[in-house]
């Protein structure tokens, strides 16, 4: 059977990665190893990689930066180490629930023209509430980024093939935000073809201050990183308008934002 292996970037994740790696201990599929890059962390979160790395012999590969170099480049610096044939990732501050990792794996090796899996994914609080599940398409085409999210990104389960002929993620201004985003259009550019579990295999927590911290200078590098995807697709010209449009958002209050992701949970439960 091929291995997976589980990529991470880390920062400032103690009071959180615990859990997030105790969910991949967990899993029913257990060919796997976990590569973690420490992105120069100023808490305790190399400490609790290095026990795990003891506790779990040959499970675990250890990377750190000298410096905090953010999201694109350290899942890159993973990438070169990691010998999976397949790479899944995984976010510092969320869970995987037991059965994620085969169910991915069994559609791909069932479903031999699909190049990535994606599934949906279970937002969370830390008073243990949930909120809502967000749901990509099953199976986006290269039009899709114009109308909805592509996959949810830490939810993917793909070969490692596809990320070395696409070279990984691109590490630039543009994408310190949005590295995700702009794999997708190089992704679709390519001719790779992905699809979505619609079952939540993920639970991502949700960061109510992770809303009051987006600034202007975010929405417009999320702007920029469209404009660079749109044109790499060739989208018609008058397709630019949604997000040109969308750059509005950042005057939107914070408190406005919230109650709509509220209203979304209730709505969807």
């Known amino acids: 059977m091929a291995k997976i292996s589980i990529i991470m970037a880390v920062y400032n994740a103690a009071a959180t ?3 997030a790696i105790d969910s991949i201990l967990k899993q029913d599929f257990q060919d796997w190893e976990f590569v973690i890059c420490d992105d120069a962390s100023r808490d305790e979160s190399v400490d609790i ?3 795990y790395h003891a506790a779990f012999p040959g499970k675990f590969i250890l990377l750190s930066n000298d410096r905090n170099r953010k999201l694109a480049y350290s899942l890159n610096r993973c990438l070169e180490v990691a010998s999976g044939t397949y790479i899944a990732r995984m976010d510092a501050d969320d869970m995987s629930v037991p059965e994620r990792l085969q169910k991915q794996l069994d559609f791909l090796q069932t479903h031999p023209d699909i190049d990535l899996c994606g599934t949906a994914m279970q937002r969370f609080y830390d008073d243990g509430t949930l ?3 967000d749901r990509c398409p099953a199976f986006p085409d290269r039009f899709e980024p114009h109308h909805s999210n592509v ?3 830490a939810t993917i389960l793909t070969y490692k093939r596809v990320y070395d002929q696409l070279g990984g993620y691109t590490v630039c201004p543009r994408t310190v935000r949005g590295q995700d985003r702009d794999l997708w259009f190089r992704f679709l550019k ?3 073809k992905g699809a979505n579990l619609q079952e939540a295999l993920y639970m991502v927590r949700e960061d109510r201050d992770a809303i009051k911290r987006r600034t202007a200078k975010d929405y417009w590098i999320s702007y920029c990183n ?3 995807g749109y044109r790499l697709l060739g989208y018609p010209w008058h397709w630019y308008l949604k997000p040109t449009l969308g750059l509005l958002k950042c005057l939107v209050p914070y408190q406005a934002v919230a109650a709509y992701r509220k ?4 709505k969807k439960k």
């Open 17 to 19: 990665l615990r859990p």
């Open 263 to 266: 209203f979304q949970a209730r």
């Open 131 to 133: 909120g809502a599940v």
């Open 151 to 153: 996959f949810n990104h």
């Open 49 to 51: 990689c290095r026990e």
């Open 190 to 192: 390519a001719g790779f």
């Open 226 to 228: 469209s404009m660079y």
